[in-house]
């Protein structure tokens, strides 16, 4: 089955410890993203990868760390977790463009402490 | 960043109406998408826009690119209890970042 994958779906962390919020697709696709969402904010955009080893910013990626050293595979790291990123995150891919159909991850849900 | 403003904020309707939302940006898009999001899930792509003026139906669903193209439009037609969910317009600018609206919340009453 045509999917994207999040782990964990859920996590109560501290602030200051490190964590890490993996992501994977088993359909092909070069782009992939990682959104935040909140109430009344919508999604947000934090990283994107067009490609293998090429990553970049989106629109709130202060705190955040990604790498894409495999297509399928697109972790979040949060190096230092602060109470304002508590937050939904979403993983998204699409074939090769976000004009394109994005699929999304089933979202994690995160609690900074 | 870029400002995806989306109205209404929220809207509860009967079974049967029509629906109509909309969506404004400050800057020209590209490309206008809107997605549907049900509770507890991930967004799922309903219409896809790519040209100023484009007018897409599927099935209940309508949607245009706005001239401008800086605003874009989605109506419902007949709305049913499964069309409940959050409804998010997204686009793209220049470049290669992507952007969401704030969300329209429908609720449909039987």
């Known amino acids: 089955e045509a999917q994207v994958t999040q782990n964990p779906r859920y996590l109560i962390t501290v602030t200051g410890k490190k964590l890490t919020v993996t992501c994977s697709q088993n359909?092909?696709?070069?782009?992939m993203s990682w959104y935040r969402q909140d109430p009344g904010l919508g999604l947000r955009q934090i990283y994107y990868?067009?490609?293998?080893?090429?990553?970049d910013k989106g629109d709130v990626p202060e705190g955040y760390k990604v790498s894409r050293k495999e297509k399928r595979n697109f972790p979040l790291i949060l190096e230092s977790p602060s109470p304002n990123q508590t937050s939904l995150y979403f993983c998204?891919?699409?074939?090769?463009?976000?004009?394109?159909?994005?699929?999304f991850g089933p979202g994690t849900r995160l609690l900074v402490l | 960043g870029q400002q995806l403003n989306q109205s209404p904020q929220s809207m509860f309707i009967q079974e049967g109406e029509d629906v109509s939302m909309n969506c404004t940006s400050s800057?020209?898009?590209?490309?206008w998408l809107w997605y549907k999001q049900d509770p507890g899930e991930g967004p799922v792509l309903l219409i896809a826009?790519?040209?100023?003026?484009e007018l897409t139906s599927n099935g209940r669903l309508t949607a245009q690119f706005g001239i401008t193209r800086k605003d874009s439009f989605l109506n419902i037609s007949a709305s049913i209890p499964s069309d409940v969910g959050i409804y998010f317009c997204?686009?793209?600018?220049?470049?290669?970042?992507?952007?969401f609206g704030t969300g329209t919340s429908l609720t449909v009453i039987p």
């Open positions: 998204a891919s699409s074939l090769s463009s976000p004009q394109e159909t994005q699929y």
């Open positions: 359909m092909n696709h070069e782009y």
């Open positions: 990868s067009m490609n293998v080893e090429v990553t």
């Open positions: 800057s020209i898009f590209n490309t």
């Open positions: 826009l790519y040209k100023a003026g």
């Open positions: 997204a686009g793209q600018p220049t470049g290669n970042q992507f952007y």
